[in-house]
């Protein structure tokens, strides 16, 4: 409950979180830890798992989200 309050707090004053699950991934919001195999193409580059969500406050960046990113190579995943 506490938690809550303080994010809202925090929101209020330009806090917002980055939790990048199943979006594109972007070297300047997220820091890729790790990779994982992707079933297509058009799955290529995208977040596959957060490991820490991300942090910006008034558009500038506090901590990127640590993430997995699925790579395509070109076989499907079975």
Do not use: C
Not at 19 to 30: I, L, T
Not at 47 to 76: D, E, M
């Amino acid at each position: 409950m506490v938690e809550r309050k303080v994010f809202k707090s925090l929101a209020g004053h330009g806090l917002e979180l980055i939790d990048p699950m199943g979006h594109p991934f972007d070297p300047a919001r997220h820091e890729a830890v790790s990779t994982a195999p992707a079933n297509s193409a058009e799955e290529d580059d995208t977040v596959a798992a957060v490991f820490q969500v991300g942090y910006v406050i008034n558009g500038h960046l506090l901590r990127p989200a640590r993430v997995v990113v699925k790579q395509w190579s070109g076989t499907p995943v079975s």
